[in-house]
Structures are given as C-alpha cells and as structure tokens.
C-alpha cells in the first residue's frame, strides 16, 4: 500500500513538473508600438556579437511540457559611447537557423504556423534606449519578427571592460503580439508566453 502510494505521489510531482510554466517566475517584456531611435549619433568602440561568443535561446511551452531552442545564426554589434546609456546594440538573427530539442518541432517551427522562415527569413532588434534600472539597465528597442516591429523592454545586467561587452537577461514575450498565433492541439493548447535568454560576451572591434 504505502509503495502504491509513494508511485502515485511521484507520478503528480512528475506531471506538475512537467505541465510547469517556465515563463511565470521570469519578468515579462513590456510590448508596444515602434519607437524611433534618438536622433543622435552613437559613436564608440564597437564590439562584435557573433555566434562564436554569445548565445540566444528560448522556451515555449504546451499544457504537457516545455521545449528549448536556439537560433543557431545571428550577427550584432554594440556599439559603445562610454556608458550603456549612451551606447546602442542591434542584432540580426537568421530564422530558418532556429533549432529546438525535437526535430520535427524545429521543421514545424519554420512552417507558416509559426516562424514562416521562407516568408520571413530575419528577425532583428535594434535598441532605441538603455537606462538604469530594473536591477542593473533596462533595454529599450525595435523587435521586428514574423513581420511585425513592435517595441519591448526588458530588464538586462550589462558590464563593459576594454575587451568584452556583456549583457545578460531572462524575460517573457508574448509571441501573439507578433502575429504568432498557432494554438496547437486541442487537449495541448501552446501557451502565448515563449523565455527569451540573451547571453551576450561581445568581444572590442579590432
């Protein structure tokens, strides 16, 4: 009885972790309209973001559990003026890159019902404004994905040597405000929330 009973209890701890949202303890992104970037020029050192230093990954989930991916090509630059707040980051990503822990979830993700990779082959954020706050500096800018540019913001920790430019940050979107729509099956509806984790070691321009 008492083995029958512990079996049970495994087997709901195991279905509450897995039917857990990963995006309900991370900060969610603030989504709105498009922004202009301040008019002034950045001027600086520029520090190279490529796939060889930094990484960008995700999480979507569905009521039985999660998946994790990442875009496997992307390119950026930071460009740095003295101070996070003075400086400006931009980053293209090649969406037919994307790649999750199940390879026919990586070719479903490309199709129309999600990405339509072929239609829209890049996705790219360009930041509008960086200031303190939000722990070390929030980061404002322009998200362009599956055809819409919306503006976010989201918290980010951010240092800066002679050498190497950082910035990491954990947060939630929303991916219907980007015309992200598919619901998935009935019984396992995909929740509108998808992590977004940027870990960023941008290495100083020769």
């Known amino acids: 009885m008492r083995s029958s009973l512990a079996i049970t209890i495994l087997m709901g ?100 019902d999600f990405f339509d990779v072929a239609k829209f082959p890049e996705a790219k954020f360009v930041s509008t404004e960086i200031k303190p706050g939000g722990g070390n500096y929030t980061v404002t800018g322009n998200l362009t994905l599956h055809g819409v540019t919306k503006s976010v913001t989201f918290p980010a920790t951010i240092n800066v040597t002679p050498d190497v430019a950082t910035v990491d940050s954990t947060f939630s979107i929303n991916r219907k405000d980007f015309g992200i729509s598919y619901a998935g099956a009935p019984d396992n509806l995909i929740r509108d929330d998808v992590v977004l984790k940027l870990t960023i070691r941008a290495n100083k321009a020769s």
């Open 13 to 112: 701890l195991m279905i509450v972790a897995a039917c857990s949202d990963p995006a309900a303890d991370k900060p969610r992104a603030t989504t709105g309209a498009a922004t202009q970037a301040s008019p002034q020029n950045v001027s600086g050192q520029k520090y190279l973001i490529t796939t060889q230093n930094s990484k960008i990954e995700f999480t979507g989930s569905k009521v039985t559990g999660s998946h994790n991916g990442s875009f496997q090509k992307f390119s950026g630059e930071i460009d740095y003026a003295g101070a996070p707040e003075k400086s400006r980051v931009s980053v293209t990503m090649e969406t037919a890159s994307l790649i999750v822990d199940d390879p026919k979830l990586t070719e479903h993700l490309k199709t129309a």
